[in-house]
């Protein structure tokens, strides 16, 4: 696989949200609008991307009876980077994020992508997948985001632009199964056209 496959994989064809369906909790839980889909996006961007990086380095010198423990504490190690640099810069988002952000630890993306791809490939493969992955993952919850913001208040990003109040239900948790099925039965039409 290329480079640039590996990299556009997670976008639409292996996308963890859409196609894949990983990560659901932090989906369903955190998309009440597109700044809070993108905040946390983009924190399990860098956790997916520093893990893989440093499971693809040290996987040979890990013994396979204590391989998923290592990974589970690499992974926190970027959890908790991702948690107080937010607590300290952005707190409003951290508020906002709450519960979601120490539970990266335990997301099935990030998981499986070091147990499944990076300890199998070596740096740069294991790099531009985290990489890839990721930016997908903070794409999907970016779009879920932003339609649930766009139909439950009428705004995007916080800037409304209509009047009139939007369908209360897309800011709560049935309107995220609701949008989510609908976009992963658009996404699925796009993968069968292609």
């Not at 997948?129 to 139909?151: N, P, W």
């Not at 009139?164 to 992963?184: E, K, N, S």
Request: proline residues 4%; hydrophobic residues 55%.
């Amino acid at each position: 696989m290329s480079q640039m496959k590996n990299f556009t994989k997670g976008f639409i064809k292996e996308n963890p949200v859409f196609v894949l369906l990983l990560g659901l909790c932090p989906t369903l839980g955190v998309t009440t609008s597109a700044f809070n889909g993108l905040g946390m996006g983009l924190a399990t961007t860098f956790v997916l991307l520093g893990s893989n990086m440093v499971v693809s380095i040290i996987k040979n010198g890990i013994p396979d009876k204590v391989r998923i423990p290592a990974f589970i504490v690499i992974i926190a190690s970027f959890v908790t980077i991702v948690e107080l640099s937010m607590q300290a810069y952005m707190p409003a988002l951290f508020d906002q994020l709450g519960l979601f952000i120490p539970l990266i630890v335990v997301n099935c993306l990030v998981l499986g992508r070091a147990e499944a791809f990076a300890s199998k490939q070596n740096f740069s493969s294991s790099l531009i997948d985290g990489l890839g992955m990721g930016l997908g993952f903070s794409f999907a919850l970016t779009v879920l985001g932003g339609v649930r913001e766009i139909l439950g208040s009428g705004a995007i990003f916080n800037i409304k632009f209509m009047e009139a109040d939007g369908m209360l239900v897309f800011v709560l948790a049935p309107g995220a199964f609701i949008a989510l099925g609908y976009l992963i039965a658009i996404i699925n039409r796009i993968n069968k056209k292609a």
